[in-house]
């Protein structure tokens, strides 16, 4: 019986012995696993993050040895890039700024060229006064492409360069600078804009983006095709939403993506100008709008437009001059309301030109010079509200700068936008003050040699004829 006792306790004193050491090998396995997990895990991430930039500096060296040296950065990680960085500080955060104050933390200023990877490519940002300069002063290293060429179009002025370019600028700058357009400019935008304001008035409270985008739109679609707004020009106004949302989509091109749907619009776009100009030339149909301007404009040699040219530029004279015009009058607007001297100054001059009119609250292109605090709140708004951030440009070449190669084929983002909000450039620049532009500033805000704003060509005009007296 004893020994039957003593059998049973060495019997439980060894089960337990056994289910210790099992316990014990357990938990030695898990720490094990767990050490290997959060060693592993953080160098894996490490590696994917440089593995991109790895990559593009092999291909560098293999081509080019060690003679040269892409601009300092990152390319971010494979296939994404800094794509989702770039989203990130423009949507979320609302300060697109940082992106590349960021850079600059990280890189130093140096040359104020940086690499990256945006939208599924290897790509350079220019963003210094001086570098800037010498990406816009050297076309024949640095080609003109949009991200999408598409999308703008493949015959549209900014997709195309050399003689090709000049004569499309030329051909365009005509047709929107005619005399005639310009007293359409004055007969329809204004009274639409001042029954605006009055109904607006009579709303109460209004959503202003919603309402400047409504009656931008439909001064836009009157001056360039003639059309009423109609179901159609609504419909029209959603296409048009649509591309601009792929410009700045990820290019993936399959269903429920962005950029497929805006493809899709792009083709109604299409087929809505192809339909109207077909419908002009069938009955000989003359418009005074930009439309009528596209296809009857010679060039130098006699010759007119394509069909697919008209389109083309049709489609990007809308995307330049529609949403930049919209934002910088609800900018305008915001800034002013905030700002109750400017307005109060803005509102002076104004009703001193209505006055010495008789009353007439209609502006005509001989009251320009005379506008002088309302072209600099102009040039200020413009400033502020950054309605062309960046200028695409492409390397055609090897171009050397600042010590840095800018590899052929790379897009190049001319980044305007962080000049515009450069403390070093402009006394407290985050500050809305239309007296800055009583000295001369260091750029110019209107013209970039590549972006036109339509909807306010009359007013450029008289910007530099102002700066210049």
Not at 298 to 305: I, N, S, T, V, Y
Not at 315 to 332: D, F, H, K, Q, R
Request: net charge positive; hydrophobic share 45%.
């Amino acid at each position: 019986m004893c020994r039957l006792r003593t059998s049973q306790a060495c019997n439980a004193r060894g089960t337990s012995k056994s289910m210790a050491i099992a316990v014990g090998v357990g938990v030695g396995e898990w720490a094990w696993w767990l050490a290997l997990t959060l060693g592993a895990v953080p160098l894996l991430c490490l590696a994917v993050w440089h593995s991109a930039d790895a990559w593009y500096h092999a291909a560098f060296f293999l081509r080019h040895g060690g003679r040269r040296r892409l601009p300092p950065g990152h390319m971010g990680l494979p296939f994404l890039g800094e794509t989702l960085s770039f989203v990130w500080h423009f949507k979320l955060a609302r300060r697109p700024d940082d992106f590349i104050a960021a850079k600059r933390r990280a890189h130093g200023s140096g040359a104020g060229i940086y690499r990256t990877h945006l939208f599924g490519s290897p790509a350079v940002i220019a963003c210094s006064p001086a570098a800037n300069k010498f990406v816009f002063q050297s076309a024949d290293n640095f080609g003109i492409r949009w991200p999408v060429p598409e999308l703008i179009g493949h015959k549209s002025m900014v997709n195309v360069e050399g003689a090709s370019h000049a004569r499309l600028r030329g051909i365009i700058l005509t047709a929107i600078n005619r005399p005639s357009s310009l007293r359409t400019i004055a007969a329809v935008v204004q009274p639409r804009v001042v029954a605006a304001l009055a109904a607006w008035a009579d709303m109460g409270t209004i959503v202003a983006s919603t309402e400047i985008k409504k009656v931008t739109f439909a001064n836009i679609f009157k001056m360039f095709i003639s059309m009423e707004p109609s179901p159609l020009t609504e419909q029209i106004d959603q296409w048009f939403g649509s591309l601009m949302a792929g410009l700045r989509a990820f290019p993936l091109d399959f269903p429920g993506t962005t950029f497929h749907h805006a493809r899709k619009c792009r083709r109604k776009l299409n087929a809505v100008f192809r339909h109207e100009l077909e419908a002009r030339k069938k009955v000989d149909k003359k418009c005074d709008d930009l439309m009528s301007g596209l296809m009857c404009t010679e060039d130098e040699q006699g010759k007119r437009l394509s069909d697919e040219e008209v389109v083309d530029n049709m489609v990007n004279l809308v995307v330049a001059g529609y949403e930049s015009t919209a934002s910088a009058i609800m900018w305008a607007t915001y800034h002013l309301a905030k700002s109750p001297a400017a307005l109060a100054k803005l509102r002076e001059e104004n009703v001193a030109v209505s006055e010495s009119k008789g009353g007439s609250l209609m502006i005509t292109h001989d009251d320009l010079p005379r506008m002088k605090y309302t072209a600099k709140v102009v040039e200020e708004t413009i400033r502020m509200a950054n309605v062309a951030p960046m200028v695409h440009r492409v390397a055609n070449r090897d171009v050397e700068y600042g010590g840095y190669t800018i590899p052929a084929g790379w897009p190049v983002l001319v980044w305007v936008r962080s000049l515009h909000t450069d403390p070093v450039y402009y006394q407290d620049p985050l500050t809305f003050n239309p007296d800055r532009w009583d000295v001369s500033c260091c750029f110019s805000l209107i013209d970039h040699g590549c972006n036109f704003i339509t909807y306010s060509s009359i007013v450029n005009e008289e910007l530099d004829e102002c700066r210049n007296q």
